[in-house]
């Protein structure tokens, strides 16, 4: 290139991903008699999205039994760390299938 | 819906399903609301619940040391801006050369990686911190200040990955110590001013890593309502403390004198407070606690909910206010255990404030107080008129001497509590 512009060999800014893709569970054939986890961050109206949304399953799969957000804990606050990381035991526990997570935006 | 798009790939789930909910829940009758979440939303979690997901993919990226554009300056900062690698101010050409130049500034491996930056979950190595300070046009001596705030941003009590939240704030660094003289920072008047090299790179440099390695570019992972630009790194004046006898905004964080340190939080905004002005403690403390009070609304959910003992309010004092404070006989300590005994609100204030503008489920001091969940300092009494403080206890409060020798000011800034909470690293100069 003509003029003072100069050359360059420019290096990336970025750095390699540490997270390896994870396979995700297997899904349900039907949400009929099944547990569903109700996790929440505490924002954005979900405890009356939780509400709808029980009821709208409900109404669809007979049987279907929830594990309300209030037994988890706020996964999005001072505590979000503890929380997140006692997930999985607590599923385990309350013989969770499934979860629905929210609320992002 | 784009966040979490985004997100899940640094969380290894790039595959992960998301349900929508139409617009947004803070504007909808619960009518409203209900019927979204009834003809959309369910449908999404029944599918999500219900129907294998998509094979993930990996995207290729260049190796961690590769070059990726070769060209005269226009050309390079064309590449960089058109990948979303420059924040739209020309950058420094990151050649080896220069980076090279940087590591000799450091004792720590090139390789070596400080923690893995959420949303991304990439590597903070001391390479990409070389590079990246390179970009911002720090001097190659910086190079310990970098490592230090990195060190600072990887740290879990930061809390990192909140840095695109909605309310869009911003960190403020503030530097303590002798490397303030050594690098010659900007610590008097205009101090949040560009203007001064170490002060403006150093704060550029912060935000360019957020975009480039942790990851947090707008309109991907970057949800910022408005947002802010970059702050100018803040320097404590540390000969005014000096000559008044207080020790340095470091030393709360246990850092001996002498020590060279970085403090990082965030804040959603902040205001200057003009003509503090008065002899004594009553005719100039009610502003000072004004000045507080009015700063904070809905973060009194970092307070009191979603952050719990979490919110640090940060005030600049320039020296003259300081010195007038000091000469009554008041420590820093003294000084915060002030502002936590009288910038306070009435509790009904308190609680409505969460109630109403916070959208929590219910709030409650004398429930909270009687559950152990918060210092009964904020329920004392049953008389809705008490009044109760912003924050737990008086440490909370943070200060630092900074800004025009023959002004009398302050700044009091907005914090963002758990989300992006106070860290302090020390700098570590190079032994060689």
Known sequence: ?105 | MGLAAASSIGLGMPNLPVARVIGHPGVQSKEMLERNVLEVTLEGVIDNLLKAPKAAGTGDEPGARDVVVKGGFQEINDYFYDHGLSDGLPIVPPTREKVEQFLRHTDRDPGESLGALLPDSRAATIWSIAVNGVMAGCRPEYMPVLVALIEAMADPAYGVEHSGNTPGGETLIIVNGPVIQQLGFNYTQGVMRDGFRPNTSIGRFWRLYLRNVAGFLPHRNDKATFGNTWRVVVAENEDALKKIGWEPNSADFGFAPGSSTVTIARYTGGNHISSVSGATPEAMMPYLYDAVIRQYSWQLMFTVGQGMGTLRPLMLLSPIIAETIAGWGWSRADLKRQLFEHARIPAHEFERILRDWTQKPTWNLAEEARAGRIPKVFHDSDDPNRKVPLVWKPEDYMLAVTGDLTRNSVYVFAHNGVLGYPVAKRIHLPKR
């Not at chain 1, 986890?37 to 409900?58: N, S, T």
């Not at chain 1, 957000?69 to 299938?97: I, K, M, Q, Y």
Request: hydrophobic letters at 40%; glycine letters at 10%.
């Open chain 1, 1 to 105: 290139m003509a003029g003072n512009d100069g050359y360059y060999e420019a290096l990336w800014p970025r750095s390699p991903r540490q997270a390896r893709v994870k396979p995700l569970a297997k899904r349900l054939d039907t949400l009929a008699g099944k547990t569903v986890a109700q996790v929440w961050d505490h924002v954005f109206r979900g405890d009356e999205v939780f509400e709808f949304l029980e009821a709208g399953l409900k109404a669809r799969f007979p049987g279907v039994r929830f594990v309300s957000w209030r037994e988890f804990g706020n996964t999005h606050g001072s505590e979000e760390r503890e929380v997140v990381a006692a997930l999985p035991r607590r599923f385990r526990e309350s013989g969770v299938d499934a979860v629905i997570s929210g609320m992002g935006c």
